[in-house]
């Protein structure tokens, strides 16, 4: 630790991708306010008698012999006797703590549907969103973020795709039929069930600091799309149904 009696240490890894270690120091010091003229003024109203207390985040590059610390965001509010404590908790429990979240899943499209033909390009879509959520964690304020990444389609006769960033997008009505990358030709007539799982990834603040990386991932099943296939029959006629009514085909 530095002789610096504002450096509160720093936060271990939230994951596997981050590049960053991090570091907080009791904001509106003497040194701050040589710095920051109007320090004081925009600091949060942190609850003193919870141990609460504002800092600056400052981050650098993770492996360096002489970690150099450039500022990040803040001031933000910690609260806890031991705050580097609750912080490398809430970084172990933040994996489980995603995958305990309400992640509403994609809603399935086709076209055409709920009926096609058998042979032809049938284009399926996904429709999903970038999700948020505010939880209280050790008694912190966590903000996460839910971020899709991939998809895995089931087309429900044995054909799968997937895991792929593509979740497809609506056709217009003259291009209905074309290949996309997310579509299907159905080989047998029949009824099919179509499901769909979306793959999220997230990241989280504590207190509005620094945005770190969520360990894994969730999947999230959408509700199936049952499909019909039909088959099309073109036959040729010589009749002229003007001359002969009762003709075959009229």
Not at 11 to 32: N, W
Not at 89 to 115: D, N, W, Y
Request: glycine letters at 8%; aromatic letters at 10%; charged letters at 15%.
């Amino acid at each position: 630790m530095p002789n610096d009696p504002s450096h509160w240490g720093q936060l271990p890894s939230a994951g596997p991708v981050d590049p960053y270690i991090y570091e907080y120091r009791l904001a509106c010091t003497t040194a701050d306010q040589a710095i920051f003229a109007k320090c004081a003024v925009n600091l949060p109203a942190c609850t003193a008698a919870k141990g609460g207390v504002a800092v600056w985040w400052y981050h650098s590059l993770r492996g360096k012999k002489t970690p150099v610390w450039a500022f990040d965001s803040g001031p933000t509010c910690i609260y806890d006797e031991k705050p580097i404590d609750v912080l490398k908790e809430i970084a172990a429990r933040i994996e489980h703590e995603f995958k305990q979240l309400p992640v509403a899943p994609a809603t399935i499209g086709s076209q055409p549907g709920p009926h096609t033909l058998r042979g032809n390009n049938t284009n399926f879509y996904a429709n999903a969103t970038e999700q948020t959520f505010n939880i209280t964690l050790l008694g912190q304020k966590v903000h996460i973020t839910a971020t899709t990444t991939t998809y895995t389609w089931n087309y429900g006769d044995g054909t799968t795709l997937g895991p792929t960033p593509s979740h497809g997008a609506p056709l217009p009505d003259d291009r209905i039929g074309e290949q996309t990358k997310t579509s299907h030709a159905y080989t047998t007539t029949g009824k099919y069930t179509i499901t769909l799982t979306t793959h999220y990834t997230g990241t989280y603040t504590v207190n509005n600091g620094p945005t770190l990386p969520i360990p894994g991932q969730v999947n999230i099943p959408s509700p199936p799309l049952h499909l019909t296939v039909w088959r099309a029959i073109t036959r040729n006629y010589a009749d002229n149904c003007n001359q002969n009514p009762t003709g075959t085909g009229c």
